[in-house]
């Protein structure tokens, strides 16, 4: 006699153990991020590698199941990303337990990042403060041949070389923090446009291939027209392909100048942080350096 098969099954619980990011195939972290539906390409993945570090939680046979990555910079300071939990684990732990692990890795230093929607409450509950709601902008980009490029004071031209020291400085004093070493990785993986006065570097705006197209960020500015004519170049450089651009700016000229791009408004994330907050917030003053566009979600 043949037995009817039942029409449910229960799997027991599985128990997870922590790994090395740095020790797990790219296509398996790959698979990750494809599973809670995030764009990136095991390119980024890779990138993301080479600039910070990170952790995997794995079942018993190997199968990545969570992640969780930070970027350090100088001594007190790491970004938090790539944190994310395989939708069948969520809600049972899993992210906690992640971000307990991270939290001992990181121990000492001041923490920000870039919170979905789906982990606001996890951050919540480890204490995270929310700081500013980030704006993600993304479309087909639309040069626009109508509107004249405003009159800019100074001459933008492609970034080289020579110019990566201003670079680092004018993120730093944009950002907060001095993150030197990311932004050479970044430099070397981007095409770069930046406004010069004289023979001073007044704004600039990467662009690098990432996700479905390409992202421009960092951008660093001391006001929106500034802003707007460094990464202007970038999305005629685009004109008819995926663009993507991750600001703080809701509205204003730089904003407005995004959406007649091509590059509306498409989710948004809450930047949060614990322990002392990074002054990079404050948005107006004038001659004040202020990050546009951040170079990444994950990066910060
Ligand atoms: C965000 C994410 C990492 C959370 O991981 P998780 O394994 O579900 O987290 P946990 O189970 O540890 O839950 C942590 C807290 O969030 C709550 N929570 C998790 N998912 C929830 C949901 N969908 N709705 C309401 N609360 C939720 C839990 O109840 C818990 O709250 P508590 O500490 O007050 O009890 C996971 O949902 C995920 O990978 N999402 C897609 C990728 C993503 O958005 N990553 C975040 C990048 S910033």
């Known amino acids: 006699m043949e037995l009817k098969p039942s029409g449910s099954l229960k799997i027991d619980t599985f128990s997870m153990r922590i790994g090395d990011i740095e020790d797990v195939e790219l296509d398996r972290l790959h698979a990750l991020s494809l599973s809670v539906g995030w764009p990136h390409r095991a390119e980024d993945w890779q990138f993301l590698r080479q600039s910070g570090e990170g952790l995997v939680a794995l079942d018993e046979i190997g199968r990545v199941l969570g992640s969780a990555m930070w970027f ?3 001594t007190d ?3 938090v990303g790539m944190v994310i939990t395989s939708p069948r684990l969520q809600t049972l732990g899993a992210g906690q337990w992640l971000m307990k692990r991270v939290f001992d890795k990181v121990a000492g230093r001041d923490l920000r990042l870039n ?4 982990a606001r409450r996890l951050y919540l509950s480890l204490d995270f403060q929310p700081e500013k709601t980030v704006y993600q902008c993304q479309g087909i980009a639309r040069a626009q041949t109508i509107v004249a490029p405003a009159n800019i004071r100074g001459d933008v031209r492609s970034l080289g070389e020579n110019d990566i020291a201003a670079v680092i400085a004018l993120d730093a004093a944009g950002f907060g923090v001095r993150r030197a070493a990311l932004i050479e990785k970044l430099f070397a993986h981007s095409a770069g446009y930046g406004l010069f006065r004289g023979d001073r570097l007044s704004a600039f705006a990467l662009c690098r291939p990432f996700g479905r197209g390409h992202v421009v960020g960092p951008v660093v500015a001391e006001s929106d027209p ?4 460094t990464v202007r170049p970038h999305v005629a450089d685009h004109s008819g392909s995926f663009l993507r651009i991750d600001t703080h700016m809701d509205n204003g000229e730089f904003a407005a100048f995004l959406a007649h791009s ?3 408004v498409f989710d948004t994330v809450l930047t949060m942080s614990m322990g002392k907050r990074l002054p990079d917030f404050v948005i ?3 001659a004040t350096l202020t990050t546009y566009a951040l170079a990444s979600q994950t990066l910060g």
């Open 72 to 74: 350090a910079h100088g």
């Open 77 to 79: 300071f790491a970004t």
């Open 115 to 118: 919170a979905t929607r789906a």
């Open 226 to 229: 500034d802003a707007v004519a």
């Open 262 to 264: 091509g590059m509306p």
């Open 284 to 286: 107006g003053g004038a």
